[in-house]
């Protein structure tokens, strides 16, 4: 023992202590917390299945009897409706989720986007079972509506909308669904993708044109036609509903080709930032009243996370020489500066974006990590100066995904609040069902960031290059090719 003792000090006294001479510091690893650097296509795939696999479960496409808790036959198109009835004792069958909230009609057009994004047909297919179901049962359950009687209320929000909330990230998924079976039918017949399609998926239609009548012709509005509220106040205006009604309007732009939609979805963005947009912080405010003097200021990271998604899906639409299309460009240009500058080392935002003793929020997060990833891979805002800010948000999102496929740190619904307290102690849940579709959608555009451009670390951080890095190297000089 004493032989072994003596051995292991002199081995000890020959290793040179790690210094500035012997070892490159700089190069050490550092002890983040969640993560860093480039992730794999593949592993940002894993985070997305994993939560597609538990949102599956926790929503099933089926009607059933209350009473016997039987499923229903739907039919899968509008044109056999003539031959099924609905009465006040079908409803949708219970999960976790609710099919039909506005909630869900995010995650459907995350999911398609990650379709797009990976091709994978089980994405695809859980969005088309649950329009399937939703646009079968419409037309039954709009006559039953008409009669007078009551029925399941996740179905009424269908048929009879009462919101923004009711109807339009629910009918602006519908939309894409279709623009995408257009895009393919045009496609495999080598049309141009713009020209008039008269074989429009006949069962969303329907659905999708009551949704569309009700937030271009029912919702309340202010006197300039600005969508509003009558709670908490008179005449508020959530930043909420920038995405609650604004995307659907461009979308039908998009899928009828009349140029009305695009103006009213122009003119509403622009509305809601002459009275949202504090232009000294680059942020929106979460609520304005009408009769509030002065407007007070809380700057809420998921209702700003709204807004960036709603100016990312309408300039996806709006045509490039639309007058307002510059001006709208500029605001989102601003605001992801803004957010930029705020963002946690960690990776997230904090709940109240501007005050740092808030907790950490996982689905603004997500909301962010997709709408800075989409703006670079479309050239709005600078991949150098954004891309490092996305990927540092992805780390954060794939660590809010448990092993079931549950988002933690999100925050449950909110209303609006004019003080600090109000934001800084709202709960938290892994059954708050706004993480799920922002973090397939953060997921499916990280994919495409990570084809289209080109990251790369150089002395330990991440850079975004204009061309492929060619190099392993830990350091490198870059001026249009490497030197060493």
Request: glycine share 8%; aromatic share 10%; hydrophobic share 40%.
């Amino acid at each position: 023992m004493a032989v072994a003792l003596t051995m292991t000090t002199a081995a000890m006294a020959q290793t040179p202590p790690v210094n500035d001479n012997n070892t490159p510091l700089h190069l050490m690893k550092p002890a983040y917390k969640l993560g860093y650097g480039i992730p794999k296509t593949e592993d940002v795939k894993q985070v997305m299945d994993r939560v597609l696999r538990y949102i599956g479960g926790e929503t099933p496409a089926v009607l059933i009897d209350k009473r016997t808790g039987q499923e229903v036959a739907v039919p899968k198109s509008s044109g056999k409706a003539a031959t099924w009835t609905a009465n006040e004792h079908m409803q949708l069958k219970q999960g976790g989720f609710r099919l039909t909230s506005y909630e869900w009609g995010v995650t459907y057009s995350a999911v398609l986007a990650a379709y797009e994004a990976t091709g994978d047909e089980a994405y695809r297919d859980y969005v088309s079972k649950r329009h399937q179901l939703l646009a079968g049962i419409f037309p039954a359950f709009k006559k039953l509506h008409e009669q007078g009687k009551s029925f399941d209320g996740n179905i009424r929000r269908v048929v009879a909308p009462h919101a923004l909330d009711d109807a339009g990230a629910v009918c602006c998924s519908m939309i894409k669904a279709m623009l995408m079976e257009r895009g393919k039918r045009k496609e495999a017949r080598g049309e141009r993708p713009d020209q008039q399609d008269n074989s429009l998926t006949s069962h969303l239609l329907p659905l999708t044109s009551n949704y569309a009548d009700y937030i271009m012709n029912k919702e309340y509005r202010l006197s300039d036609g600005t969508f509003a509220r009558l709670r908490p106040q008179k005449n508020t205006v959530w930043l909420d509903d920038m995405f609650m009604g604004i995307p659907t309007v461009a979308y039908m732009g998009r899928l009828t080709g009349d140029a009305k939609y695009y103006d009213e979805a122009a003119r509403q963005v622009l509305q809601f930032a002459r009275r949202m947009w504090v232009p000294e912080k680059k942020l929106f405010r979460h609520g304005w009243v009408e009769s509030m003097e002065p407007h007070m200021a809380f700057h809420w990271g998921r209702a700003n996370g709204w807004a960036i998604l709603t100016m990312c899906e309408v300039l996806d639409v709006l045509p490039a020489d639309h007058p307002k299309h510059g001006e709208i460009l500029k605001l989102l240009q601003q605001h992801a500066e803004g957010l930029a500058a705020l963002q946690h080392h960690d990776g997230y935002w904090h709940q109240l974006l501007d005050r740092n003793d808030t907790f950490l929020e996982a689905s603004a997060t997500a909301i962010y990590a997709y709408c800075l990833a989409h703006a670079v891979n479309k050239g709005w805002i600078s991949a150098k100066a954004f891309g490092p800010v996305a990927l540092m948000a992805w780390h954060a999102v794939a660590a809010s995904v448990n092993d079931r496929g549950q988002v933690e740190n999100v925050c449950v619904g909110t209303g609006m609040g004019f003080d600090a307290s109000f934001y800084a102690y709202r709960p938290v849940h892994v059954m708050a069902a706004h993480g799920y579709g922002p973090v397939i959608w953060a997921g499916a555009e990280i994919i495409n960031l990570l084809r289209r451009q080109h990251p790369k670390l150089n002395d330990s951080a991440v850079q975004f290059y204009d061309n492929e890095v060619p190099t392993d190297k830990p350091i490198f000089n870059y001026d249009g090719s490497i030197r060493f």
